[in-house]
């Protein structure tokens, strides 16, 4: 944490900046860049096999205390590897995330925020990095938001979109389920994968994502009795409804399917882990499962705000790893953890990338027993919302720049983020726009020494029709 009394003040500080030294500084106090750099890190596993799930909270898995059974696959997973607590993610949709994910910064220095946004060409990929160190790459996902057209497609061997066969009689618009992808992931474990070299695969879910399915063997709550109303045809309907006719019913079915796409995704993670083990792979693979977002579900808004709030239930997610012989079996990590990390993690631990080439953290401290906590950012820039974040321990500061507005919480009294205390800790309030203010001025600084080309994002008609069926 930031000693205060350390700190210059912030007129002090604004000055110093314009340094080098001092920039280097920041970044040590923010917690941001680089990580371990130990000599007795051990061997990493031969093999990479990273697994996210769209849309899905924490707070609404069993893995994380929920009150429904819907997580069985991913719990038996985590008694295995480490489970962080209090994972959060660098933005609440998913473009931005993922391109935190795939450079290692920060939305506002990879510049892939908004819709137009795509991972300009100067910038490295992570996929890109394990294809130079000799791995096979592959990538199977189930939303364009990360299509090739965007720059998410660049180092990868194989980058598919399987077909967009789940969905809703009457519904045009198709989407990728979890059947799909597992089809998908088998046919590349079975001919594709290589036994001559190393391999890293990527695999991103969607289906807690909207429109939501029903799975009749994994269902949750009361049948329903009318249209369904997890379709694409439903809830556009119902969202331009002026009078929301039996809300409260609507919000239980539409919760309802929520959780039973959980459901039905972990036991389709169940069995890509499963065959991990059945081909004998498992002690030779690092696996890491996570998410981009939440999901708003009514608690602030409407069902489906992500990308326009940044409250706990969108940035909140899971987060769990297994490194062969390294993870404490079972172990889980209370403290605030940004999923940026894993970005640190793989680079450290497989030699991808130096410190001063991203900024995050690294996860292996954690293993053992050497994890300091850290301050979190998170920054949405989408449509009209321009928000920034920055957590420290318990207190969480929203910078909301586009309605002029500051939200401050006390996570630990007051989970939900009910009520604001801006008004009432004005102190507090401006240490924490200080650190806002310093971040971003690190992130400037992150920012003007990268090489970046510009140009624009090309989609396909097909993804195009992939993201008109999620709703964009």
């Known amino acids: 944490m930031l000693d205060w009394e350390a700190v210059p003040t912030l007129e002090k500080t604004m000055t110093a900046l314009r340094t080098t030294t001092f920039l280097l500084l920041i970044t040590f106090l923010t917690g941001c860049g680089g990580g371990s750099d130990r000599p007795d890190r051990p061997d990493a596993p031969k093999n990479v096999l990273l697994i996210y799930i769209d849309t899905i909270r924490a707070d609404h898995m069993a893995l994380y205390g929920y009150r429904r059974p819907n997580t069985p696959h991913m719990e038996s997973f985590a008694a295995t590897g480490v489970t962080f607590e209090q994972a959060k993610t660098p933005s609440s949709w998913t473009r931005a995330s993922f391109a935190s994910y795939f450079t290692g910064?920060?939305?506002?220095?990879?510049?892939?925020?908004?819709?137009?946004?795509?991972?300009?060409?100067?910038?490295?990929?992570?996929?890109?990095?394990?294809?130079?160190q000799g791995f096979h790459t592959a990538g199977i996902y189930a939303n364009d938001n990360i299509a090739g057209g965007l720059g998410f497609g660049r180092g990868f061997d194989i980058y598919d979109h399987p077909p967009a066969r789940t969905g809703y009689r009457g519904d045009q618009e198709k989407v990728t389920g979890a059947r799909e992808m597992n089809a998908r992931i088998m046919e590349w474990f079975r001919d594709e994968r290589p036994t001559d070299q190393p391999w890293f695969l990527f695999a991103l879910y969607v289906d807690p994502h909207d429109p939501y399915m029903a799975h009749r063997d994994l269902a949750f709550g009361e049948p329903m009795t009318r249209a369904p109303r997890g379709a694409r045809h439903f809830l556009k309907k119902w969202d331009k409804a002026k009078e929301k006719k039996s809300q409260a019913q609507v919000e239980r079915d539409i919760i309802h399917l929520y959780d039973s796409e959980i459901a039905y995704v972990d036991l389709h993670i169940g069995d890509v882990l499963d065959t991990l083990a059945e081909l004998g792979l498992a002690d030779d693979t690092?696996?890491?499962?996570?998410?981009?977002?939440?999901?708003?579900?009514?608690?602030?808004?409407?069902?489906?705000?992500?990308?326009?709030?940044?409250?706990?239930?969108?940035?909140?997610?899971?987060?769990?790893v297994r490194w062969p012989g390294i993870t404490p079996p079972g172990l889980r990590v209370s403290e605030p953890v940004p999923t940026l990390d894993v970005?640190?993690?793989?680079?450290?631990?497989?030699?991808?990338?130096?410190?001063?080439?991203?900024?995050?953290?690294?996860?292996?401290?954690?293993?053992?027993?050497?994890?300091?906590?850290?301050?979190?950012?998170?920054?949405?820039?989408?449509?009209?919302?321009?928000?920034?974040?920055?957590?420290?321990?318990?207190?969480?500061?929203?910078?909301d720049r586009g309605r002029d507005r500051l939200e401050l919480y006390d996570l630990e009294a007051d989970p939900d983020e009910r009520v604001n205390l801006a008004e009432s800790e004005p102190g507090r309030v401006e240490r924490l726009l200080e650190l806002l203010e310093i971040q971003s001025l690190a992130n400037e600084a992150f920012r003007a020494g990268l090489t970046l080309e510009g140009g624009e994002a090309v989609l396909t008609d097909e993804e195009k029709a992939g993201l008109k069926a999620l709703g964009y």
């Open 343 to 399: 970005y640190g993690l793989l680079a450290n631990a497989y030699g991808l990338a130096e410190p001063n080439e991203h900024q995050s953290g690294d996860l292996y401290d954690w293993f053992v027993g050497q994890g300091q906590t850290r301050h979190l950012y998170v920054e949405e820039l989408l449509d009209s919302v321009d928000m920034n974040v920055v957590q420290d321990g318990k207190w969480k500061l929203i910078d």
């Open 105 to 132: 910064m920060l939305p506002s220095v990879h510049g892939c925020e908004n819709r137009d946004g795509f991972i300009d060409e100067g910038l490295t990929t992570l996929p890109e990095r394990f294809k130079a």
């Open 286 to 320: 690092m696996v890491i499962i996570s998410a981009d977002h939440g999901e708003g579900l009514w608690d602030h808004e409407d069902y489906r705000s992500h990308g326009h709030l940044v409250y706990e239930e969108q940035v909140h997610v899971p987060l769990i």
